[in-house]
């Protein structure tokens, strides 16, 4: 966990420096739990990483998507093997998801 915000901060740091007027966007880290893999031993290891993701969104004043509860949320409206496959990689309608979410985001900020 430690390497991942290390390294995820370095390379941000290392990015506004060479482009200060670049815009971040950061898209949460997100796991749909029951589909394959996915499961209860994924957590609460996996919390910290979506969590460090929002910290680092906050330091370099990023846009930040949070996906989790947008995949969440949809699950309300069909299960979670409609959306993602394997739990971590979209299905076509995930990735629908994912960009309409990306779209209002941006549009707001």
């Known amino acids: ?10 390379l941000l740091e290392r990015t506004t420096k060479q482009i200060p007027s670049v815009k971040l966007i950061i898209g949460e880290p997100f796991a749909v739990r029951g589909v394959k893999a996915v499961d209860d031993t994924w957590y609460p290891a996996f919390d910290a990483y979506r969590k460090a993701a929002k910290e680092i969104a906050d330091k370099f004043d990023a846009v930040f ?14 299960p979670a093997s409609y959306w993602t496959a394997d739990g ?17 985001t941006i549009q707001k900020s």
């Open 65 to 78: 998507i949070p996906y989790q509860s947008i995949f969440d949320e949809a699950q309300k409206s069909a």
């Open 1 to 10: 966990m430690t390497t991942y915000k290390d390294d995820f901060s370095k």
């Open 88 to 104: 971590v990689h979209p299905t076509l309608a995930g990735n629908e998801l994912m960009a309409q979410a990306w779209l209002k």
